[in-house]
């Protein structure tokens, strides 16, 4: 069973950094595709960004292009998502998420995972 356990959300200001860590654990990296998603109060979950199951692909939502970067350190099996120059529509809880192959880190296609974290709050004031 795949675990997925998320960390270091918090507040910010806008322009500020915060670096989201999920730990995942009962799961083989390389046959997984990796997700961050984020939800905000009275919106639709939307998909924030994707890493292919061997790392080399990655896909991000219009919206955090250029900001946002999500990477994978196998060896300690954390998903990261580096966020700078935050602004507060980025304020959502975020989740993590992992699907088995085959499946999608397209993130404008919405793509449904199966396994999600908990959740961390992310609340960037202006």
């Known amino acids: 069973q795949v675990q997925l356990v998320e960390s270091g959300g918090g507040s910010v200001q806008a322009g500020g950094s915060l670096r989201l860590s999920c730990a995942v654990s009962?799961?083989?990296?390389?046959?997984?595709?990796m997700g961050w998603f984020r939800q905000a109060p009275g919106k639709e979950r939307e998909g924030v960004a994707g890493?292919?199951?061997?790392?080399?692909?990655?896909r991000y939502t219009d919206s955090v292009k250029g900001r946002f970067t999500i990477s994978q350190d196998n060896a300690k099996n954390i998903l990261y998502l580096q966020m700078n120059s935050l602004k507060p529509e980025d304020t959502a809880m975020y989740y993590c998420?992992?699907?088995?192959?085959?499946?999608?880190?397209?993130?404008?296609?919405?793509?449904?995972?199966?396994?999600w974290g908990q959740g961390t709050q992310v609340t960037v004031s202006s």
């Open positions: 890493i292919s199951p061997n790392y080399l692909i990655t």
């Open positions: 998420a992992a699907d088995p192959t085959p499946c999608s880190i397209d993130m404008r296609g919405r793509p449904e995972y199966d396994y």
């Open positions: 009962g799961y083989t990296y390389s046959r997984y595709c």
